[in-house]
């Protein structure tokens, strides 16, 4: 499976942005996917998660509330809208995809990464 994530770019706080993530798999219907997102210094952390019928999503604490995760299995595609930006929102944004359903917050339960997009949110 072969993600590509896009819709990173530079937004003032308060801001909107949504991001993309296109599978290549045409089976992408049967794999959960997650966002993660990469600070500077920091490590990677657990953002969102939508389950592969769509129908069940969890969010860290941090999101929760402005950040939502929806998807399109016609179109091999994940989204996740963030609204109310701040600038500790600033990281590398990356998706997922996984067919386990265990620790949906741990980075090692994916077995598929995209390459990552930049979000920098200015104060």
């Known amino acids: 499976v072969q993600l590509q994530a896009s819709g990173g770019g530079l937004v003032q706080a308060g801001g909107s942005l949504r991001l993309s993530c296109v599978a290549s798999?045409?089976?992408?219907?049967?794999?959960?996917m997650g966002w993660f997102r990469q600070a500077p210094g920091k490590e990677r952390e657990f953002v969102a998660r939508?389950?592969?019928?769509?129908?069940?999503?969890y969010y860290a604490d941090s999101v929760k509330g402005r950040f939502t995760c929806s998807r399109d299995n016609a179109k091999n595609t994940v989204y996740l809208q963030m609204n109310s930006l701040k600038p500790e929102d600033t990281a590398v944004y990356y998706c997922?995809?996984?067919?386990?359903?265990?620790?949906?917050?741990?980075?090692?339960?994916?077995?598929?990464w995209g390459q990552g997009t930049q979000v920098t949110v200015s104060s």
């Open positions: 798999e045409r089976i992408f219907s049967t794999y959960h």
């Open positions: 939508i389950t592969s019928s769509g129908r069940i999503t």
């Open positions: 997922a995809a996984d067919r386990n359903c265990g620790n949906y917050d741990k980075s090692y339960e994916y077995d598929y």
